[in-house]
C-alpha cells in the first residue's frame, strides 16, 4: 500500500493525538502541585472533603473569570508568602475529614483579580508558588530555565537568562539558559574564578549584583564590553544557594532600562532559592550529573577522603545575612565534613568538629592570622600554602601546640584544608635532605684503618652507582675507578695532603658506568686521632656536582661574545634607521597655505635599542588642502622604519585622489592586509581646508588629537576605527572640526605620554594642563615648553607631536 495511504493517514493522526496526550499532562503537572496545595487550605480551613475543596476552588474560578491554577496561587501565597532566605514551607493537603459543609463559600473569601501598575507582594506571593509548581516538573536544566521565565520572569520584562553552576575549583559552568544566543552560549561554556562580571562577583560575594545600562557595565567590567552573556541593557546576577551552600549563580537581562522595586528584589531571592533547589535536582537526574556532580556530600567522594593519610576538612564559607551590613561577605567557615584520619591538636576527631565554626573551634587560628589567610582562599580563590610553623590552641584550659604545615585550597563555596604534623628532629632532616639534593651535595667520610668510604645516597647517585642494598660503602679501589684516569694522580696528591694533616680542595672528573662524564668538586677536612702527633683516623667530606655550573660559565663566555657582535649590529642599525627617519622627515610639503603655522617635533628614544616607527606628515595639495599624519609602527628597527615609509607614501599618493580621511585609512588597511607585511601600526589623518576653516580627520587605533581653544584644552572624540592591518573590512568614520581664529591643534604619538607603569589617562590629563599653561603666542615655543613639561624624550619610545594653527 502507497505510503500516503488511509493506514498511514491513520498512523499519523494517532501519533499527534497522543502527542498532544502528553503534552497536556506536562503541562497538568505544572500546575498540580498549587492546585492541591491550595485544596489542602480550604480543606483545613473550611473542614470539608478534598473533593469539595476542589468543587468550591473550580466555582470561584467561573465566578472571577480567572484561570484555576491563578486562583490557587492567589491562595495559597496568601496562606505561605515567599522567603528570600528559605523556601517556603509546603502545604500538604490533610486527610478529607467525615464533617459535611455544604455552603463553604460564605467561609472563604474569594482572592481579587491583579490588577493594574506594580504588582502588589500578594500577586508576587502567587506568581512564586505557580512557579515553584511549573519548576518542580522539569526534567532538565534548560526545561527548568524555559519554565523560570515563562511562569516568573517574562511577566517582570526579562528577555534573557543564563544558570550557572559552581565547579570545585570556583569557576562557573553554563549548565541552562533561555533567550540567549548560540553564538554566545558557545563561549561561555566555563567562566574562571579569577574572571570579573556580574556573574563571578554574585559568586565571590553570596550577593546580588545589579547593572544598570551599559554604561555603567562598560565602567564596572571594561574587558567585557561588548561580550556580555546574558543580552540586556540591564543585567541582575544573584547566588543559588540551598542554606549555607552556594552552587551557583543566575543571570537575569532585561532589554531596556529596568528599576526594581523592594518587593522585585525580594521576589527575584525568593526566586533564586527555589530555582538552586530544583537545580540540584534536576542534575541529579541527568545521566551525567550535568557535567559533573557536586561531590562534598557523596558517600564516594568521602570514601576517597577517608583513604588520605592526613586530615582533610572541608569547609563552607558563612556570608553576612541579606539586609545587613556584612550581606553577602564571608564572616566565618564551616566544617562540613572531616575524613577519618583527622585528629587536631586537642584530640577531637572529625565528628566533634563537622558543624562548627573554625572560628570557635580554633581562637589561636583567628589570633594569628591564619583564619583570614583561609577566609580570602574563599574570596580571592587562590590556593594559601603554607610553611612549617609552630600552631597553638587553648581548648578546655589546657595548651596544645605543635609544628605543622597547612595547605588550603578553593572548593566549591568554601574551602578544602589539609595538614601535616611534623617533629622537630624530622622537619630538620627533611629540610637538610630537601638542600643536599638540590645542591646536587654528598657527604663522604673514608676510614683510613679498613680503607672504605661511607657515602650519602647523593654519591652514589652522582657515580651513578646503584647503593649497596645493606650499607653505604665504597672500597678504594671502586672510588679510584670512578675517577676520570687523567685525573687520578691529582686526587692520590689531594689524598697524601689529608693524609698529612692538611685541609685540600679539588675538582676533578668522574666517568660514570653508562659513560657519561660529570665534573665534580670535593672539600675535605681530616679527623686526627686521639693523642698529638697520632695518625689520623678518617677524612670527612662533600663532593658536588659542578657539571652544570662549568656548562654555565662555557655558554656565558659564548654569549657574551655574540652580546658583543649583537651590540655592534645594534649600533650600526640604529644609525641606518635614523638616517631613514631623517630622510623621511625631509621630504618636501609643497607650497605653504596662506594662514596656517605647522610646527613638528621628533624625538627618538633615549635607549638606542629602542628606535621604532613613528612619523609624520604635512602636504599642501593642489586643491589648496592640507594633509596632516601623525602615525606609529609596530616594533623598532629597520622593519618599522620600513613599514613607516610603506604607510607614509601610500598616504601621501592616495590623498591625491581627494578621498577623505575615513576613506583613506580604509583603503591603507585593505593595502597592508593584502602585502602581509607582518606589522601593524596606528595613524590619525586629517585634511585640512584653510578657507573653510575646517578640519575632517579620522583615527585608526590612535590617540585622538587636542584642541586648545580660549586657555582651555580638551581631547577631542575617541572615534571608531581599528588599528591598521588588523582586520581587512575595518569600518572608519570622518567627523568634521570647525577651526577659530588662534585655535591649537596637537596631534601626537604615544611616546609623549606614556609612561611605564602609570595610566594611559594621567599623561593624557597631563598634557592638556601643560598646553593651557602656555600663554604665550606661537607654536613653536608651546611644542617645546610641553615636551619640557612631559619630560621628552621617552626613554622606552619615540616622540612625535604636530601642531598647527590657522590665524
Given amino acids: ?187 561561555w561554556q566555563r ?121 582533610v576538612l572541608i569547609l563552607h564559607a558563612v556570608r553576612g545575612a541579606a539586609g545587613t551590613v556584612t550581606e553577602g561577605t564571608v564572616t566565618d567557615l564551616r566544617v562540613v565534613h572531616a575524613n577519618a584520619a583527622t585528629v587536631d591538636l586537642a584530640g577531637r576527631t572529625g565528628t566533634a568538629l563537622t558543624g562548627r565554626l573554625l572560628s570557635e573551634l580554633y581562637p589561636g587560628m583567628v589570633a594569628s592570622g591564619t583564619f583570614r589567610q583561609l577566609v580570602d582562599v574563599a574570596v580571592g580563590r587562590e590556593p594559601y600554602l603554607g610553611e612549617a610553623e609552630q600552631f597553638v590552641e587553648v581548648v578546655g584550659g589546657a595548651v596544645h601546640g605543635s609544628s605543622m604545615t597547612l595547605r588550603a585550597t578553593p572548593f566549591l563555596d568554601g574551602v578544602l584544608v589539609s595538614w601535616r604534623t611534623h617533629d622537630e628532629q624530622e622537619r630538620r632532616e627533611t629540610q637538610l635532605a630537601q638542600a643536599l639534593r638540590l645542591a646536587s651535595l654528598g657527604t663522604w667520610q673514608w676510614r683510613v684503618a679498613d680503607d672504605r668510604f661511607d657515602c650519602s645516597p647523593e654519591v652514589f647517585r652522582l657515580l651513578g652507582l646503584p647503593r649497596p642494598a645493606r650499607h653505604g660503602f665504597l672500597t678504594a679501589a671502586e672510588a679510584e675507578a670512578a675517577v676520570a684516569p687523567g685525573d687520578r694522580q691529582a686526587v692520590r696528591e689531594a689524598a697524601r695532603r689529608l693524609l698529612d694533616g692538611e685541609r685540600a680542595a679539588l675538582e676533578f672528573r668522574i666517568v660514570r658506568p653508562d ?131 610603506q604607510l607614509r607614501d601610500a598616504l601621501r599618493g592616495m590623498a591625491f585622489t581627494g578621498a577623505e580621511p575615513a576613506r583613506l585609512l580604509e583603503r591603507l588597511n585593505q593595502m597592508l592586509c593584502h602585502l602581509g607585511g607582518g606589522f601593524i601600526a596606528t595613524v590619525v589623518c586629517g585634511l585640512l581646508d584653510p578657507a573653510a576653516r575646517t578640519l575632517t580627520w579620522a583615527r585608526a587605533g590612535h590617540l585622538p588629537p587636542l584642541l586648545a581653544r580660549d586657555g582651555t584644552a580638551r581631547h577631542l572624540e575617541l572615534l571608531p576605527g581599528p588599528v591598521l592591518g588588523a582586520v581587512p573590512d575595518g569600518v572608519y568614520r570622518s567627523t568634521v572640526l570647525r577651526l577659530e581664529p588662534q585655535d591649537l591643534v596637537l596631534l601626537f604619538t604615544d611616546g609623549l605620554i606614556e609612561r611605564r607603569g602609570e595610566d594611559l589617562a594621567f599623561g593624557l590629563d597631563r598634557l592638556a594642563r601643560a598646553v593651557e599653561d602656555y600663554r604665550v603666542p606661537g607654536i613653536d615655543g608651546c611644542l617645546d615648553h610641553v615636551l619640557r613639561r612631559l619630560k621628552a624624550p621617552n626613554p622606552r619610545d619615540d616622540t612625535c607631536v604636530v601642531g598647527l594653527r590657522l590665524s
Wanted: net charge negative; aromatic share 4%.
Fill in 191 to 311: 567562566i574562571p574564578p579569577q574572571m570579573s562580571l556580574p556573574l563571578t562577583d554574585a559568586a565571590r560575594r553570596g550577593a546580588t549584583v545589579w547593572v544598570h545600562g551599559r554604561a555603567e557595565f562598560a565602567q564596572r567590567y571594561p574587558d567585557l564590553t561588548g561580550q556580555d552573556l546574558v543580552p540586556g541593557d540591564t543585567v541582575c546576577a544573584l547566588p543559588l544557594r540551598t542554606g549555607e551552600q552556594l552552587i551557583g549563580a543566575v543571570k537575569l537581562g532585561w532589554p531596556g532600562s529596568y528599576a526594581p522595586t523592594a518587593d522585585v528584589r525580594r521576589h527575584l531571592s525568593a526566586l533564586a532559592r527555589l530555582c538552586a533547589g530544583e537545580l540540584l535536582r534536576v542534575l541529579a537526574l541527568s545521566p551525567d550529573g550535568g557535567g559533573a556532580p557536586f561531590p562534598a556530600g557523596e558517600p564516594w567522594f568521602q570514601a576517597v577522603l577517608d583513604a588520605l593519610l592526613d586530615p
Fill in 515 to 645: 659513560g657519561v662524564g660529570r665534573g665534580v668538586r670535593a672539600m675535605a677536612e681530616t679527623v686526627p686521632g686521639p693523642a698529638p702527633g697520632s695518625r689520623v683516623l678518617a677524612v670527612r667530606g662533600v663532593v658536588q656536582d659542578v657539571t652544570a655550573w662549568r656548562r654555565t660559565e662555557e655558554a656565558l663566555v659564548a654569549t657574551r661574545s655574540r652580546l658583543a657582535e649583537q651590540v655592534r649590529r645594534t649600533a650600526d642599525e640604529h644609525r641606518a634607521v635614523l638616517a631613514l627617519q631623517h630622510a623621511l622627515m625631509d621630504v618636501p610639503g609643497g607650497p605653504p597655505a596662506p594662514g596656517l603655522e605647522v610646527a613638528a617635533r621628533y624625538l627618538p628614544a633615549e635607549s638606542e635599542a629602542k628606535v621604532g616607527g613613528d612619523w609624520y606628515d604635512a602636504l599642501t595639495l593642489p586643491d589648496g588642502t592640507v594633509l596632516i599624519v601623525v602615525g606609529d609602527v609596530s616594533g623598532h628597527g629597520l622593519r618599522a622604519a620600513a613599514g613607516m615609509a
Fill in 1 to 187: 500500500m502507497p505510503e500516503n495511504g488511509p493506514e498511514s493517514a491513520l498512523q499519523e493522526a494517532t501519533i499527534d493525538r497522543l502527542r498532544a496526550e502528553v503534552e497536556g499532562q506536562r503541562r497538568a503537572m505544572r500546575t498540580r502541585a498549587v492546585i492541591e496545595q491550595a485544596k489542602g487550605i480550604l480543606v483545613e480551613r473550611l473542614a470539608c472533603s478534598p473533593e469539595q475543596a476542589f468543587q468550591h476552588l473550580t466555582r470561584l474560578s467561573q465566578d472571577a473569570n480567572r484561570k484555576l491554577v491563578d486562583l490557587a496561587a492567589d491562595l495559597v501565597g496568601s496562606v505561605a508568602p515567599p522567603s528570600a532566605d528559605e523556601r517556603p514551607p509546603v502545604v500538604t493537603p490533610p486527610a478529607a475529614p467525615r464533617i459535611r459543609v455544604h455552603r463553604v463559600e460564605d467561609r472563604v473569601p474569594v482572592p481579587a483579580a491583579p490588577g493594574h501598575g506594580d504588582p502588589s507582594a500578594g500577586e508576587f506571593a502567587a506568581r512564586y508558588h505557580v512557579a515553584a509548581s511549573a519548576l518542580s516538573s522539569a526534567d532538565s536544566p534548560d526545561e527548568l530555565a524555559a519554565l523560570l521565565m515563562e511562569t516568573a520572569l517574562a511577566p517582570l520584562g526579562v528577555g534573557a537568562l543564563a544558570v550557572t553552576r559552581l565547579e570545585p575549583d570556583g569557576a562557573l559552568r553554563l549548565v541552562a539558559s533561555h533567550g540567549v544566543p548560540a553564538h554566545q552560549l558557545s563561549q
